[in-house]
């Protein structure tokens, strides 16, 4: 080339660039900017808005983070009282809930799409003058009952069943009983030196305060001591410094038994309470000296002691747990009933009641609202003959399912992200929930549903349901006489997402020593069947409701780790006895109904008891169906025979191996006197890494987490992490950056377990970073192992070389898999990563580098807290602690430094910046009397 | 000589080193030439935009700041368009006869979209933050080139790494006189993640 314009270099790069830039368009795409920009909304910059979210009979207070209008995470309101900026893991994974591809999108009729008019005009025309029957969830709020009342006055024959179906009835009727009122206390479990668990899971990811408060008291300044008394294996067991694999049909007479040595041991009976009621329990089958140590114990702590039965249970042994409370006076304690409001709750008997009723042809009409009948309601015979007999059936839901198959009426109402309403889950307590985004599709607010048929039967309402809450709030909760603008008093409330007021103080409850007494002989004559089946919520999906969510379906039960699918879980004993094992499927059968499903042998599970989660096995929505089995079928049926079906069905665990064979990647220690062993430095051949202005690490205490996996679902949402489905899981493939690695140690028929969250331990000498070809990972000057995803070319060398096995990699394009809508979830801060690539744990450096220019724009240097990766901001035990370690006086350089750190794999010199701070437990001393 | 060479063709497996040299050092140019590309190719650009704009007018000539519209280059990642609203501030007394002026307020009223073509485009794995830089001084123009002689805007800087890097390693002439910024990081995670 004799150009002088053109240099060797520069002609092969031209070459280069032109055979690309020609099949290059040169259009780089568009931006619009907003016409009208909302105030306050910038590009790029997250927004917030407090709302609530509710499951059940709990209202958690979150906080909603939206980008460009679209929610992206949710994480827990720091204003609410009890929650305190932590929420439960199916609020953050029920953004998805809202993004689901298979949500409805119009209203249908008779199949049919139609137009909100002629649906609500056939509906109003319908329902007028019969007598009409309304099934809904929980309703929590104050503004929906309201609702619901007015709907009563221009619709005499209505009929509201509330219903959970997943809620055990015994508490209930034991509340009632006891009681006379069916308030449910809260727990306050910050309280506890002494906690007891019949057959409770107090720890399971919903119950975000009970962790919070169980936490508080797990360190080395203040330990409470957890027994647990349970059939299944739970978390609390997990948890638990005792735990005695108990039958469940024995924990009233286990209860009742040990009211009965605490008396011998002192403590006087309630008032009313017959001592001769209670002489017939035996504990047979405890150990004599940790009854000695329980009672001890109890006696000790009195009111900073509390014994909680679980959901599960029958009201006898809710009446022992009442019975045992009272006695120690926890009353006001640790069970707090001063502010706690009923929530007028039907059990499935009422329910079957009314189908029975509506058999007869006394309804006209049915509504069902939040309520998925046609799946979990157990006897499908009566079902499916109260459909018949209904002329009309309206199904108010988000998605076409089973109940909306049954119905003439289908009509899509909105995810609670797009919706307006108040909660109320104690007196002195409002909380708020507000839109955070427009509706994505031509649904509506279920009441402005009810507002639109109130109207449309001749009852006044305001325009919308917004308007209804605000004057409900205008008039009833904004106090009366004050001076503050209504409009300012509920802005207020809107950006706080809670509104605390003053209850009038109650007199404390009085518990009924004659019906204490009645349970006590109920509890005498109960017989204890071969089998026992525990039914209960699934830890991911509740009653079902979030089984077309992804996430949650991948993600593993907390202590089988089994992902995609439930199974019976059935004692080592029973499972050799009936030449059972993993996955093996078995035929339950009781009350002439069947399901077939697999089993899995469950270390601690104790013989005779089987137990299985609800909430799998619907029958519709494109990711949830056909995955487990439905066990509504068996719900409260007894006796349960069990039955080898001859087949096997794979099972997809996440975690394969569950002992840790003699090593000590976690470690535990006996509270107060146990020390770890002193650590040894080792010597390198490194130089050691130079940080000159921050260095990144992390601090993960075993004592306080709790397993829960909400840490999974945080990172997972913050990072777009997308889910693999079963079979990939089958073959390894998961992608999740975190995981809560789950050993059990000691003998299977009552195992210690043991929990680890287990993430990329960010080494300073990384194995993964000298073996990749490409530099595609390397070191920061900060402490973080990065990962530059656009220079991976997969050769997975770094997978294999990390011993803690914490990289993924994408076997396929799972982007593209993702369906339009689900893409809107899509953290913008973080890239979304193609086919062929590795990825990992990044610390969140997404977060770490807004927090910098943060802190930049204010001025200011980067304080202690500033930074929170999302698993950080998830855990509800606050068991991460993120920081910088330059900082001597952060809270995770003083954690670093702890007697109980240590390093995963320490000996193998890869210098990890996660410090583990040893689980401690609390074991009742050999001596205690 | 060349008879010879067409000799050994007729062999499959020279047939087959041949055709797999040829394609090699093909993808070998290409990958070179990709990654040492002058700026100059990625220089000029400058679509038809569907209102006019001009950035000599009203950044030259009227010395409205950058800020003024893009103001979010202070506070947020992307610097920002002006909502059409913003537009209006002005365009609803000035100008009003301008065809182009009519369109924006017709845009403005029905509540439409104005899409206006992107010019300035990073790849998605690239995170590039306006705030720090604004922050510590860099000039709009540093990158942007001299936008307010620009009657139509152009990119003035191809925006690949080494142009990145070659200023995060040495600041200084980007940045005011005084400033104590000697170097800004250069670690992967600076940019992507």
């Given amino acids: 080339m004799s150009d002088p314009r053109f240099s060797r270099r520069e002609f092969l790069g031209l070459i280069g660039s032109a055979t690309f830039v020609a099949g290059c368009s040169k259009d780089r795409g568009e931006i619009v900017p907003f016409t009208k920009r909302p105030e306050g909304a910038k590009p790029g910059v997250a927004d917030f808005y407090a709302s609530t979210f509710q499951e059940g009979l709990c209202a958690y207070g979150v906080l909603v983070k939206t980008r460009e209008g679209r929610p992206i995470h949710v994480q827990g309101n720091d204003r609410h009282p009890a929650f305190k900026s932590k929420t439960s893991p199916a609020a953050i994974a029920d953004i998805m809930g809202l993004y689901d591809p298979d949500r409805l999108k119009h209203p249908l009729m008779d199949g049919h799409p139609a137009d909100w008019s002629a649906v609500e005009s056939k509906l109003v025309s319908s329902l007028k003058d019969q007598s009409v029957l309304l099934v809904t969830g929980a309703l929590l709020s104050p503004a929906r009952r309201a609702l619901i009342m007015d709907l009563k006055k221009v619709l005499p024959g209505l009929r509201h069943v509330s219903w959970e179906p997943a809620l055990g009835d015994g508490q209930t009727a034991a509340l009632q009983d006891c009681y006379g009122s069916a308030r449910r206390p809260r727990l306050r479990l910050e309280r506890a030196k002494v906690i007891v668990a019949l057959e409770a899971d107090l720890l399971s990811g919903g119950r975000t305060e009970e962790i919070g408060g169980f936490a508080s008291n797990r360190t080395e300044r203040s330990m409470n001591r957890l027994y647990a008394f349970e059939g299944s294996v739970s978390l609390t067991g997990a948890n638990a410094d005792v735990r005695v694999a108990w039958r469940p049909s024995r924990a009233a007479a286990l209860g009742f038994a040990l009211a009965r040595e605490l008396h011998q041991a002192g403590v006087p009976w309630p008032s009313g309470v017959d001592s001769s009621s209670l002489s017939d329990f035996s504990l047979e089958g405890l150990d004599s000296g940790l009854l000695r140590a329980l009672v001890g114990d109890l006696k000790k702590s009195r009111n900073q002691a509390v014994v909680v039965a679980g959901p599960s249970l029958p009201p006898q042994a809710h009446a022992a747990a009442f019975l045992l409370n009272a006695m120690l006076g926890a009353e006001g304690h640790t069970v707090d009933a001063s502010s706690s409001v009923a929530e007028p709750l039907s059990g499935s008997d009422a329910v079957a009641q009314a189908l029975r009723e509506a058999q007869e042809g006394k309804f006209g009409a049915a509504i069902f609202w939040q309520v998925n009948p046609a799946y979990s309601f157990p006897d499908a015979k009566l079902w499916k003959a109260a459909v018949a007999a209904i002329p009309l059936k309206v199904r108010i839901g988000l998605h076409e399912d089973e109940t909306a198959q049954d119905c003439e009426l289908v009509l899509p109402e909105h995810h609670w992200l797009e919706s307006w309403n108040d909660f109320e889950t104690a007196e002195d307590l409002l909380s708020l929930q507000q839109p955070a985004v427009g509706s994505l599709y031509e649904t509506k607010q279920a009441e402005d549903i009810l507002l639109d048929i109130l109207r449309g039967l001749g009852g006044g309402a305001p325009i919308d349901y917004r308007h209804y809450l605000m004057a409900r709030w205008q008039r009833e909760v904004q106090p009366s006489g004050s001076l503050v603008p209504f409009e300012s008093f509920w802005s207020a409330a809107l950006h706080d997402g809670v509104c605390q007021r003053k209850a009038e103080a109650k007199p404390p409850r009085r518990l009924n020593g004659s019906a204490v007494n009645r349970w006590a002989q109920v509890a005498a004559q109960s017989e204890r069947p071969q089998w026992e089946l525990l039914l209960s919520p699934s830890a991911n999906l509740f009653d079902g409701r979030y089984a077309n969510n992804g996430w949650l379906q991948e993600l593993p039960d907390p202590v089988t780790k089994l992902s995609w699918g439930n199974a019976v879980s059935m004692s080592p004993t029973d499972a050799s006895r009936l030449s059972l094992e993993d996955g093996q499927v078995v035929r339950l059968s009781a009350s002439g109904r069947e399901v077939e499903l697999p089993v899995v042998v469950q270390p601690g599970q104790a013989p005779g008891v089987l137990s299985a989660a609800l909430g799998y096995g619907r029958r519709t929505g494109s990711i949830a169906q056909g995955v487990g089995a439905n066990l509504f079928p068996l719900w409260n049926a007894a006796p349960v025979a069990v039955k080898d079906a001859g087949r096997r069905e794979v099972l997809a665990f996440m975690q394969r191996h569950h002992t840790l064979e003699g090593r000590d990647v976690v470690r535990s220690l006996a509270w107060p006197k146990g020390r770890l062993a002193p650590r040894k430095d080792l010597a390198s051949l490194y130089e050691p890494r130079k940080f000159p202005k921050h260095k990144w690490v992390m601090a993960v205490d075993l004592s306080l987490c709790v397993g829960c996996q909400a840490c999974v679902l945080a990172c997972q949402s913050e990072n777009n992490i997308p889910t693999v489905g079963k079979e990939r899981v089958l073959k390894g493939r998961e992608m999740h950056w975190m995981r809560v690695d789950r050993y059990y140690e000691g003998s299977p028929e009552n195992p210690r377990i043991l929990m680890q969250p287990m993430l990329c331990q960010q080494c300073d000498d990384a194995p993964c970073e000298n073996v990749c070809p490409v530099a595609a990972t390397n070191h920061s000057d900060e402490g973080l192992n990065e990962m530059a995803y656009n220079r991976c070319v997969g050769t997975r060398y770094c997978q294999n070389n990390c011993p803690y096995k914490v990289r993924r990699f994408n076997f396929f394009e799972y982007t593209a898999q993702t369906p339009a809508s689900a893409r809107l979830a899509f953290n913008p801060e973080v890239t979304v990563r193609p086919r062929g690539v590795m990825e990992k744990c990044t610390f969140c450096v997404q977060r770490i580098q807004e927090a910098k220019q943060a802190a930049k724009v204010r001025g200011r240097p980067l304080q202690d807290g500033d930074i929170e990766p999302a698993c950080a901001a998830a855990c509800p035990a606050r068991a991460i602690v993120f920081g910088d370690l330059k900082d001597s006086t952060s809270r995770v350089s003083k954690l670093t430094r702890s007697e109980r750190g240590y390093r995963v794999l320490e000996e193998l010199g890869v210098k990890p910046s996660v410090t583990y701070l040893a689980d401690l437990r609390n074991p009742p001393q050999a001596d205690a009397s | ?193």
């Fill in chain 2, 1 to 193: 000589m060349l008879e010879a060479f067409w000799q050994a063709l007729r062999d499959p497996v020279v047939r087959v080193v041949c055709a797999a040299t040829a394609v090699c050092v093909v993808l070998v140019v290409v990958f070179v030439g990709w990654f040492t590309q002058p700026d100059r190719l990625a220089r000029g650009f400058a679509p038809t935009q569907p209102i006019p704009f001009s950035h000599r007018l009203h950044a030259g000539s009227l010395a409205i700041p950058c800020l003024h519209c893009h103001s979010g280059a202070e506070k947020s990642r992307a610097a920002g368009i002006p909502s059409v609203e913003e537009c209006m501030g002005c365009h609803r007394v000035t100008k009003t006869d301008s065809p182009s002026i009519q369109k924006l307020a017709a845009v403005w009223k029905s509540g439409g979209v104005l899409a206006w073509k992107r010019v300035h485009s990073l790849p998605s794995h690239v995170f590039f933050d306006h705030r720090p830089h604004v922050l510590a001084g860099v000039a709009c123009q540093t990158c942007h080139g001299p936008v307010q002689e620009m009657a139509v805007i152009s990119q003035h800087m191809s925006l690949r790494m080494g142009n990145c890097l070659a200023c995060h390693r040495d600041p200084r002439p980007a940045l005011p006189a005084g400033s104590t910024i000697v170097r800004a990081p250069e670690n992967c995670n600076a940019c992507h993640r």
